[in-house]
């Protein structure tokens, strides 16, 4: 069995408890005014937590669909650092944006999944990304779409998609990457590798400006 089928079957009974008991959904969510409670362990308890069955299946599906070639490339471990980098480091840009907000709580493994997605994209940004599972897209013109969207969408506070989160999530993906294997990373493709890294500085710079 499969890093990635493992982590999807904790996910899966995680989220139907947190759907039977709604003590489990509460104590475990993101929450900002829970975090400046002291309760840290929040930043990664949410990833286990989702808001539906769909919203479980889409994380999951593309967990499963990119994790394993990050596993074979990196290892379990560096896999699992990949992951949960990325899941605490989006929910800590959650908080950074909505630190002031005590109301703002998320759930879902999303930051997590798109770590691992935009590890795939560092690494391999030719290769194709099937849309919708359907429509063939070369990596690094899905991943800049996808930022763009993520960028735009955190425009909108009373959203109930957690952008920042989503697009920490990438940061931690594409970071931790080039920690891991610089060459491959960057050297093998500087310009896009580039492209990339600016794209998520230009995001980052944008959702600061909308936020003042």
């Known amino acids: 069995m499969s890093l990635s089928t493992i ?4 996910t899966g009974i995680i989220t ?14 993101f929450s900002v005014s829970g975090i400046k409670a002291g309760e840290y ?10 808001a539906d069955w769909n919203h479980f299946l ?24 990949i992951y949960f980098g990325g899941v605490f480091v989006g929910n800590y840009l959650s908080y950074y944006f909505h630190k002031n907000d005590l109301w703002y709580s ?16 560092t690494l391999l940004p ?25 960028t735009k969408g955190s425009q909108n506070q009373m959203s109930r998609i957690g952008h920042e989160a989503h697009f920490g999530g990438a940061i931690a993906g594409v970071i931790i ?9 960057f050297t093998a493709h500087p310009l896009i ?3 990339l890294i600016g794209a998520l500085m230009y995001g980052f710079h944008y959702m600061q400006q909308r936020r003042l």
């Open 58 to 81: 889409v994380n999951m599906f593309t967990l499963y669909f990119f994790g394993d070639f990050v596993v074979q490339y990196f290892g379990p471990g560096m896999f699992l650092t």
């Open 41 to 50: 362990y929040r930043f990664i308890t949410s990833a286990f937590l989702h």
């Open 7 to 10: 982590i999807i079957i904790i």
């Open 106 to 121: 998320a759930i879902g493994a999303s930051a997590g999944v798109n770590a691992v997605v935009f590890s795939y994209v």
């Open 126 to 150: 030719f290769e194709f990304i099937y849309f919708f599972a359907i429509i063939p897209i070369p990596a690094i013109l899905f991943a800049l779409g996808y930022l763009w969207y993520t």
């Open 177 to 185: 990457t080039l920690l891991l294997d610089f060459r491959q990373a």
């Open 193 to 195: 590798t580039t492209i």
């Open 16 to 29: 139907y408890m947190g759907f039977n008991d709604h003590k489990i959904f509460e104590k475990y969510k």
